[in-house]
C-alpha cells in the first residue's frame, strides 16, 4: 500500500507563504470513541482511579474537553472546525447502562460542528440513531444511506452539510461501510449505496452550488479512504475512521499524519479517546489544497482533565461503580486482546473467551465454539480482574447460542471468518475444540485446510454442535450460514457472565495460545 501513495510530515507544501487569498482551516477531529467517557489504560480498558491518579491513564472526555478548551483559545483567530467521524457507541458501561444518553450530553459539552454515522450507531437499532440524531445540536451526516423506506429515520438523516467558516462554504460529505448490515443492526429498512457512487455524486451536487472546499468525513476504514481518495474528484480532505488506524509523525510503526494519497491528505485519530487529529489545510482563491499539515495529538496525564466533567462523570459512574469493581479473579499475566491480534490470528483474548463458551455447554453435547475477533474489544492487564474490565472485552451483552450444522457449514463459517483478514475485519473465528490453518495467498473462499474437530479431521457430511454468540448465529458478520441452523437457541447466559465464572473457576488464570489456528 505505501506504493500507492506519498509519506511525510509536511507533503504538498506547494506554497512557502500564506497569501493575501488563501484561506487557512483548522480541522480537530476524533473518531471510534466507544464509550470511553472515562480514562483509559494502556490496554484501550477503563483506567482505575490509582492508576489515573498516578499518571498513567489516557483520554476520557475530560482531557478532550480540556484539550479542545486549549486549541479554541489557541486557534480564537483561525478558521477552526471540530469534527467525529463516528462511532461514539458501544464499548463500555457508560453505554450499557445508558444506552448514548452519556455520550450524547458529552458531545453536547464538548461542541462538535459536525459528526459522521458509525456502524455501531445502529447496534440499538434504528432507534438508537434517532436518539443520537434529535439529542444533539449538530449534524449527524451520512451521504450513502437511503433511510427512506425507514418509519424510524425518514427525514432525519442528512447526506452532506454546508458549513460557513470564517466567510468561507466548507462542504462536508459523508459515508458510511456498506457492510454495517452484518456488522451492526440497522433492520432492513435502511439501504447501503456504493460509497464511491455517493460521495461523488454529493461533490458534484456541492461544485454545482459554488462549493469549493469539500472535506469527505468517513466512516468505512483505512483502506476504503485511499480508495475514495483515488477515486472520487474534488475531495480536499477525508478525515476518517472505522479502522482504528494511528497515524502519527513521531510514533514508531505509524502512516504519517497526513498521508498523502495523489493530492488529497487522508487521517484518522486511532480511537479510544487516547490521540485527537488536528489537521492544518490552505486552500488558494480557487479552493485547491496548496498545504497540508499537522498531527495527532496524544492525550496523555500531561493533559489535565476539566473538573466539571470529571465531576460528572462521577456522578454517573456511581450506580455502576459496585458492578464494575467486583473482582471476578485473577490474571498471571496480561490477556491480549487487542484488535491487531485478534482479528488476524489466534489470541489469548480469543481462546479465553471460546473457551469459556465451550465449557459452559459441553454438557449438552456441543464440541466447537467460534467467536469473532470483532466481538473481543479490549485486554485486561495482569492481577485482579474485574467485571468492569470482562465486560469492557465483551459490552455487547450477546448471549450464548448453541446449534447444529455440517461440517461443511463450519468450513464455510471458517472461510467467511477469513475472507477479509487484509482488512482487519472483525468476523475473523476465534474458536475452541477445533483448529484450522488458513493461506492468505489463496483467493477469499478457498483459504481454509486441515479443519479438525477434537483433532479429528472434520466431515463435511457429519453434524456437529456449536456455540458461538446470538450475534453471529442470526448472521452478523457474514455468518449468514448459520441463520439455518438446526435446532438454535439463542437466548443463553450472557457472554460476559460465562467468561467471567470461566475466570473464577480457572483462578489464577494464565493467558495462553496452543496452535489451535495457523496462518501458512
Known sequence: ?????????????????????????????????????????????????????????????ARIATKLAELRTELAAENLLVMDAGDQYQGSLMYSTYKGDVEIEMMERLGFDVMAVGNHEFDDGPEGLLKLIQGVSFPVISGNLDVSQSDVLAGQLTDHVVLNVGGAQIGIVSALATDTSETSSPGTDVIFHDEIDSLSADVALLE?????????????????????????????????GHSHTKFSNTEEGALAYP????????????????????????????????SATGDTILLDNSVSEDPDIVARVAELAGPIEDLRSRVVAQASEAIEGHRSLCRTMECPMGNLVADAMLARVADQGIQIAIQNGGGLRASIDAGAVTMGEVLTVLPFQNTLATFQVTGQTIIDALENGVSAVEEG??????????????????????????????GTPIDPAATYGVVSNNYMRNGGDGYKMFRDARNAYDYGPGLADVTAEFLAKQSPYTPYTDGRIVQK
Request: one cysteine or more.
Open 259 to 290: 498521508t498523502m494519497v495523489g493530492d488529497t491528505p487522508v487521517v484518522q485519530a486511532y480511537a479510544y479517546s487516547k490521540y485527537i487529529g488536528h489537521l492544518i489545510l490552505t486552500f488558494d482563491d480557487a479552493g485547491n489544497v496548496i
Open 425 to 454: 475485519a472483525g468476523r475473523f473465528p476465534q474458536v475452541a475444540g477445533l483448529s484450522y490453518a488458513f493461506d492468505l495467498s489463496q483467493a477469499p473462499g478457498s483459504r481454509i485446510s486441515a479443519v479438525r474437530v477434537g
Open 1 to 61: 500500500m505505501i506504493d500507492r501513495f506519498m509519506t511525510g510530515m509536511a507533503v504538498l507544501m506547494l506554497s512557502t507563504g500564506l497569501a493575501a487569498a488563501d484561506y487557512r482551516l483548522h480541522i480537530v477531529h476524533i473518531n471510534d470513541l466507544h464509550s470511553r467517557i472515562e480514562p483509559i489504560n494502556k490496554y484501550d480498558s477503563t483506567c482505575n482511579a490509582e492508576d489515573n491518579a498516578t499518571g498513567q491513564c489516557f483520554g476520557g472526555s
Open 208 to 240: 454545482s452550488q459554488g462549493v469549493n472546499k469539500i472535506i469527505a468525513l468517513t466512516h468505512v476504514g483505512i483502506d476504503k479512504d485511499i480508495e475514495l481518495a483515488e477515486q472520487v474528484a474534488g475531495l480536499d480532505a477525508i478525515i476518517g
